[in-house]
């Protein structure tokens, strides 16, 4: 999508600090992180955000759960624990509409979230 801000960090329109890619994701850290580890992972395709995940594009959101697990165990923070958060629309503060997960780890987190 041409205007979406992740479609461009996914080009390399815009510069990012990369994580991890493979042929249906991209990890980049967070521009404002809220925990000492924060990225995002977002899928190459275009789905505005969970609520547009359906039968035909949810193989990527399962796989980019396994990038998560794997990313957490080699970057030591799966023993520990952290959160992955995705918001969805205007009441769940989803500011960029391009789905993708949080990935927050290297504190202990509070509940309820705001
Ligand atoms: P949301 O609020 O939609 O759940 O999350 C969007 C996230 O994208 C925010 O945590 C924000 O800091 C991050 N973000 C916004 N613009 C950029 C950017 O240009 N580069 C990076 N790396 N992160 C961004
Ligand atoms: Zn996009």
New binding site residues.
């Given amino acids: 999508m041409s205007d979406c801000?992740f479609c461009k960090?996914i080009a390399g329109e815009?510069p990012?600090?990369k994580v991890y890619e493979d042929d249906l994701c991209y990890a980049?850290?967070?521009?404002?992180p809220?925990a000492p580890t924060h990225f995002?992972v977002v899928p190459k395709e275009h789905i505005q955000s969970v609520s547009a995940v359906n039968d035909e594009n949810a193989r990527i959101v399962g796989h980019i759960f396994a990038v998560i697990a794997k990313l957490a165990d080699e970057l030591g923070f799966a023993g520990p624990g952290y959160r992955v958060?995705?918001?969805i629309g205007q009441a769940g503060?989803?500011?960029?509409p391009h789905l993708?997960f949080?990935v927050l780890a290297g504190r202990d987190m509070t509940w309820p979230p705001g």
């Fill in positions: 801000l960090i815009i990012s600090s980049f850290h967070d521009i404002s809220q995002l958060v995705s918001n503060q989803q500011t960029v993708h949080h």
